[in-house]
């Protein structure tokens, strides 16, 4: 079986918040102010189904093996980042009380891998890399000049990854309670 890359629609809600969910860890339940894996589901979902979201179907990518899906990528142009951030921490303070800033995540010019991630059962297959290089490819047919992203410090492999794929490091941002890397990959 081949993998196939296609845009989300609303109806994938379910199984994109479960992956998500595994690539937001540690910063969904900063967001809440607690530990609950139920209540990060149902956030996600809602977010997943508003077209002007960090977290919207319309920035994101689903990977498929036959009629599984096995990963998924959202992405999107970092112009609208601080807009999108901002109407996230309105929802964030009127549901969950949260009272914190947060610090901007990319910028023009960028089109930005906000979160990627894998079924566990599927890890190890390249899919993630696949969804990179068509993200890649999308952001060079909208002509942004570069692909960004955030990876935590205390998660080098990844990193080496995104290094093997071209990614070098730009600075570094304090998002949530830890230190991420900013990577970045020049597209000419």
């Keep these: 079986m081949s993998l196939i890359i296609k845009k989300a629609t609303p109806n994938y809600y379910l199984a994109t918040s479960v992956?998500?969910?595994h690539a937001m860890d540690e910063l969904i339940y900063y967001y809440l102010g607690k530990e609950d894996k139920g209540e990060a589901k149902k956030f996600l979902i809602q977010e997943?189904?508003?077209?002007?979201?960090?977290y919207s179907y319309r920035?994101?990518?689903?990977?498929f093996l036959g009629d599984k899906l096995v990963g998924?990528?959202?992405?999107?142009?970092?112009k609208k980042h601080k807009a999108?951030?901002?109407?996230?921490?309105?929802?964030?303070?009127?549901e969950y009380n949260f009272n914190n800033t947060l610090t901007p995540e990319t910028q023009a010019g960028h089109f930005y891998l906000d979160s990627i991630?894998?079924?566990?059962?599927?890890?190890g297959q390249k899919i993630g890399s696949e969804l990179i290089k068509y993200a890649e490819?999308?952001?060079?047919?909208?002509?942004?000049?570069?692909?960004?992203?955030?990876?935590?410090?205390?998660n080098p492999k990844a990193k080496r990854l995104y290094e093997r794929l071209?990614?070098?490091?730009?600075?570094?941002?304090?998002?949530?309670?830890h230190e991420y890397y900013y990577l970045k990959k020049a597209l000419h």
């Design 48 to 54: 997943f189904q508003k077209e002007d979201s960090l």
């Design 137 to 154: 490819s999308y952001a060079r047919d909208y002509s942004f000049k570069h692909l960004g992203l955030l990876v935590d410090l205390e």
């Design 117 to 123: 991630s894998v079924d566990p059962d599927y890890r």
């Design 72 to 78: 998924a990528l959202i992405a999107y142009d970092g």
């Design 166 to 177: 071209g990614f070098k490091l730009d600075h570094t941002v304090h998002l949530g309670e």
């Design 59 to 63: 920035n994101t990518f689903l990977a």
């Design 19 to 21: 992956l998500i969910l």
């Design 84 to 94: 999108w951030q901002k109407k996230l921490v309105n929802t964030l303070a009127l």
